[in-house]
């Protein structure tokens, strides 16, 4: 009877304990703090036309960023590049990327190495597929032609 109490009291205390390593976390971090730049994302994402989208770009700290991306099975001539300026919201967790011949996209920062992208209106994807990019360590900087 006794082995049973302390082995209860012993589960309590593992849940309080875990409970507040959760509470002294405090709120989530925005994606400003997550994100310093100079780094690099890269993934497979999701294509309804071809294999995948091979993509990969990179934020440097002066608020500009490049991107190359590859449209898998679809030949040599199907890498397109191109290039911008971002944004890390400081009360959110949304990376925007705004280039100069396309609509802006957001990226919502999941962790320290991770982004998801998101639709064009800035909503979740619903989908089983996979529009997760990951950090590449460590970081090399993009050779992009578009580039200076």
Same mark, same amino acid.
């Given at each position: ?103 802006? #996209?957001?990226? =919502? &920062? @999941?962790?320290?190495? +991770? ?5 064009? *209106? ?9 529009? #997760?990019?990951? =950090? &590449? @360590?460590?970081?090399? +900087? ?5 580039? *200076?």
């Amino acid at each position: 009877m006794q082995a049973r109490r302390a082995t209860a009291i012993k589960a309590v205390l593992a849940c309080l304990a875990l409970g507040a390593c959760a509470w002294f976390q405090g709120p989530p971090k925005s994606a400003a703090e997550l994100i310093r730049p100079p780094v690099v994302f890269a993934g497979d994402l999701p294509c309804g036309s071809c294999a995948g989208i091979l993509t990969e770009f990179e934020l440097r700290p002066d608020g500009r960023w490049f991107m190359r991306s590859a449209y898998l099975g679809k030949g040599d001539d199907a890498v397109h590049e191109a290039m911008g300026t971002f944004s890390l919201s400081a009360d959110s967790d949304r990376l925007t990327l705004t280039g100069d011949r396309e609509p802006p #996209r957001q990226y =919502r &920062v @999941e962790a320290e190495d +991770a982004i998801r992208m998101l639709d064009r *209106e800035g909503n979740e994807i619903d989908s089983a597929l996979d529009y #997760r990019l990951r =950090r &590449v @360590e460590p970081y090399r +900087a993009l050779k992009i032609s578009t580039a *200076e």
